[in-house]
């Protein structure tokens, strides 16, 4: 990780962001009806950890971003030189009495690999590494219980430890347009997220 000394500068304009999910028809930018939960997971390449949620039938809307980093407002372009510092993360808006939260972090656990630190398979460096950032002390605990559930089951399965990064969420800024829903809108694009093949305990 680069450190904030080392970060590219801010940029004052941020992305123009809005519409409409692409398969959900709903808004990808609040304001999001009353109830509804926000969470962040990075896993890689946010085309396909994306889609991986949108799957879910009983999710909100689902949004490509960057956070955990320093830059405010930062391109793809810049994400991708590895010093703005963010991941490249999903935001995920579901209401818990329709689908639980553990649901969701199943789905996250089970979808990328974990273990693998500032990669997922080919793509390699800091915005891919593997994140859960959360909005409330709730989801912050839960997040951390399930990482120790699936640590023991990967060691179990010869894995290396999680390197999973779990904090409060830092500013979450959206990434241009032409990120969001990307293939869905491009069925045959690049998607390099891919799971241990372990499956989280029930």
């Known amino acids: 990780m680069p450190i904030l000394d080392q970060a590219l500068i801010n940029r004052k304009i941020k992305i123009n962001q809005q519409g409409r999910h692409f398969i959900k028809g709903n808004s990808i930018t609040p304001p999001f009806p009353e109830k509804m939960e926000k969470i962040l997971f990075g896993m890689g390449c946010f085309w396909g950890a994306e889609r991986k949620f949108w799957e879910l039938d009983d999710v909100y809307t689902t949004g490509v971003g960057y ?15 590895g010093i703005t510092g963010h991941a490249e993360v999903v935001l995920v808006v579901f209401d818990s009495n329709i689908i639980s939260y553990q649901d ?3 789905v996250f ?17 800091t915005q891919y590494r593997s994140a859960i950032y ?5 989801q912050n605990q839960a997040a951390e219980e399930s990482k120790s559930i699936y640590e023991n089951t990967l060691k179990q399965a010869g894995f290396r430890a999680i390197s999973t990064e779990i904090k409060s969420a830092p500013k979450f800024y959206y990434a241009e347009p032409y990120h969001q829903q990307y293939l869905a809108k491009n069925p045959d694009g690049y998607c390099g997220v891919g799971g241990t093949g372990v499956l989280f305990p029930s």
């Open 109 to 125: 656990w089970e979808s990328h690999d974990p273990t693998q630190g500032m990669r997922q398979g080919n793509d390699v460096g």
């Open 67 to 81: 956070s955990g980093g320093y830059t405010f407002n930062p391109s793809y372009q810049e994400v991708c030189t």
């Open 104 to 106: 969701l972090l199943k």
């Open 134 to 138: 959360t909005y409330n002390g709730r």
